[in-house]
């Protein structure tokens, strides 16, 4: 954060309830803890690999993505409580920070896709016209006995500039069925019950309303990287599976991860996944905005599911933007809460530094010597 430079992966602590990562520096740069040594808060900035054609990116990170197609695997998702949601919204990477694992979302295939915009209401990636990007289909959990959590996460390289990215969910309570394309899914989702809830909580450190992934900034460039001066940008978008997409796995057949990836992978060129909708404003009819077929073979990959990052974007940012939506909205039942504004709660360049202890310490140098 102050120019610094790590002597260790990054990592988060009790002391700032797991909220922001911080490394120790080099070169006694940054704070001084008396018997631990020199430390920063860790940044992951805009990089110079960045400012390459939209295509060239695309085809370097396809080739990484299916250079070895066998899968990971989901860590105990408790250790989502130990790690920084913050991240997740303010890596400006392609890629996760070194050690940092996936806790949610861990196994998927991925898809270089078409997005097919027919409409011409929008800006940016959502303009009228084609966008090729990649896609990463798989469940938030572990699929097993009691079905599964389909999710996908959207990537859109842009020439000389961050890629855009959302994500989309059918619920994050899941559902009792093994076929991935059974719902729709949706970048707002309703409010999380039970022990869902508990870890949603976690995402409150980022963002007042969890629930949502923003789209704003999806809109700001198009593929070529052209800057819109006004970005417009849906509200909401829809993803509705093709009759085609929906028979592609049976509902009530139990599966395991390996068996949700088997099916994925028969997705082939062409392939028509989703016609997908959208809303303009809260209060707005879903209109119908495109299409998405794939552009190649779905993949599971070992680099997507170890280190390829889909960031997501604070519903506050399109907040800021669109003031008037917040009161449009029934903050309770979208958000989950009435305390939403167009402000999220404290970034962590914006925070101070706190103490560490020598063992929350200790565990960040030991960190620095398994990676």
């Not at 990007?133 to 959207?154: D, H, L, N, Q, Y």
């Not at 629930?211 to 993803?239: I, K, T, W």
Request: some cysteine; aromatic content about 12%.
């Amino acid at each position: 954060m102050g120019g610094c430079e790590c002597d260790s992966v990054c990592g988060a602590t009790a002391t700032d309830a797991f909220n922001c990562d911080w490394c120790y520096t080099k070169n006694n740069c940054g704070s001084y803890t008396f018997g631990l040594g020199y430390w920063d808060w860790c940044l992951y900035p805009r990089n110079s690999s960045e400012n390459a054609d939209w295509n060239e990116k695309s085809i370097n990170t396809w080739a990484k993505i299916t250079a070895d197609t066998s899968s990971g695997y989901y860590p105990n998702i408790l250790g989502l409580l130990q790690v920084s949601v913050q991240t997740s919204f303010d890596d400006n990477w392609e890629v996760m920070p070194s050690g940092r694992k996936k806790y949610i979302h861990s196994v998927g295939a991925h898809c270089l896709v078409n997005f097919e915009v027919s409409t011409g209401s929008y800006t940016g990636i959502f303009k009228q016209g084609n966008a090729l990007g990649i896609i990463r289909m798989g469940s938030a959990g572990e699929v097993g006995g009691g079905g599964m959590a389909p999710g996908i996460g959207f990537k859109f390289m842009r020439t000389n500039q961050l890629s855009a990215n959302w994500v989309s969910l059918f619920d994050l309570d899941g559902q009792k069925t093994w076929n991935f394309f059974k719902h729709n899914q949706t970048n707002h989702i309703r409010p999380p019950t039970g022990a869902t809830a508990i870890l949603a909580q976690k995402f409150k450190q980022s963002s007042d309303c969890v629930v949502m992934v923003g789209l704003s900034d999806a809109a700001r460039y198009d593929q070529d990287g052209n800057e819109v001066a006004n970005p417009v940008f849906p509200y909401m978008l829809n993803f509705v599976p093709t009759y085609d997409a929906k028979n592609l796995m049976p509902d009530d057949v139990e599966q395991e991860n390996p068996d949700l990836i088997n099916h994925l992978e028969k997705i082939s060129y062409g392939f028509h996944l989703f016609d997908v909708y959208a809303k303009s404003s809260p209060t707005a009819d879903e209109e119908y905005l495109g299409k998405m077929k794939t552009s190649t073979q779905c993949y599971g990959s070992k680099y997507g599911d170890e280190h390829l990052y889909f960031r997501h974007q604070r519903m506050e940012e399109d907040f800021a933007v669109k003031p008037q939506w917040l009161t449009e909205m029934d903050l309770k039942s979208e958000c989950g809460t009435t305390d939403v504004g167009p402000v999220p709660p404290t970034r962590c360049i914006d925070k101070t530094p706190p103490s560490l202890s020598v063992a929350e310490a200790r565990l960040i140098r030991k960190k620095k010597y398994q990676n």
